[in-house]
Antibody
Framework: EVQLLESGGGLIQPGGSLRLSCEVS????????MNWVRRTPANGLEWVSG????????YYTDSVKGRFTISRDNSKSTLFLQMDSLRAEDTALYYC???????????WGQGTLVTVSS | HSALTQTASVSASPGQSITISCTGT?????????VSWYQQLPDKAPKLIIY???KRPSGVSNRFSGSKSGNTASLTISGLQADDEADYYC???????????FGGGTKLTVL
């Protein structure tokens, strides 16, 4: 059974940092690209960042470039998202998502909530 | 790339059929046959129900079907059931640094 379990969310002040983690099981982690997708009440779902199976290629939506860093540890089947210089508009439920080459996402975690507020 | 456009809400009675539309541009839906649909039940993670415009993952009911014409994709749900009540999101591959864009979501209410 495929499982994706996110952690690391919480309440953080603007300008602060958080590191999200996603522990994966049920498939060969290194064979798949992984992504972070967030959901906000105002905007619905938004793709945030992705990383190739080997970890060499990383990709970001424009609004988080230079502030967020995606990485993975294939030896531990774990995906990370380092979030720096957080803003109120980063407040969202962040999902860890398995990606497929043609742009769809076939397995999702339950999400971890990030709230950026003073 | 701007978000894809979906109707905010739709309602229908059990047994009826509904169609949810998702409008993009010639740079996304109009170019790529890579439209996906996701169902998000209350307090649950999104679930892939349609990919590559009209393909269904294993285990997804054949009451769900997808299509595309020009810059608009559509999701049809036939024989509505109470447990179809959920938010439905479309997405399109766009490539480049944006990779994928989503629609704003459609809330389906089964009366």
């Amino acid at each position: 059974e495929v499982q994706l379990l996110e952690s690391g969310g919480g309440l953080i002040q603007p300008g602060g940092s958080l590191r999200l983690s996603c522990e994966v099981s049920g498939f060969r982690f290194s064979n798949y690209a992984m992504n972070w997708v967030r959901r906000t009440p105002a905007n619905g779902l938004e793709w945030v960042s992705g990383i190739t199976g080997g970890g060499v290629g990383t990709y970001y939506t424009d609004s988080v470039k230079g502030r967020f860093t995606i990485s993975r540890d294939n030896s531990k089947s774990t995906l990370f998202l380092q979030m720096d210089s957080l803003r109120a508009e980063d407040t969202a439920l962040y999902y860890c998502v398995r990606g497929r080459p043609r742009g769809d996402f076939d397995y999702w975690g339950q999400g971890t909530l990030v709230t950026v507020s003073s | 790339h701007s978000a894809l456009t979906q109707t905010a809400s739709v309602s229908a009675s059990p047994g009826q059929s509904i169609t949810i539309s998702c409008t993009g541009t010639s740079s996304d839906i109009g170019t790529y046959d890579l439209v996906s649909w996701y169902q998000q039940l209350p307090d649950k993670a999104p679930k892939l129900i349609i990919y590559e415009v009209k393909k269904r993952p294993s285990g997804v009911s054949n009451r769900f079907s997808g299509s595309k014409s020009g810059n608009t994709a559509s999701l049809t749900i036939s024989g509505l059931q109470a447990d179809d009540e959920a938010d439905y999101y479309c997405s399109s591959f766009v490539g480049g640094s944006t990779f994928v864009i989503f629609g704003g979501g459609t809330k389906l209410t089964v009366l």
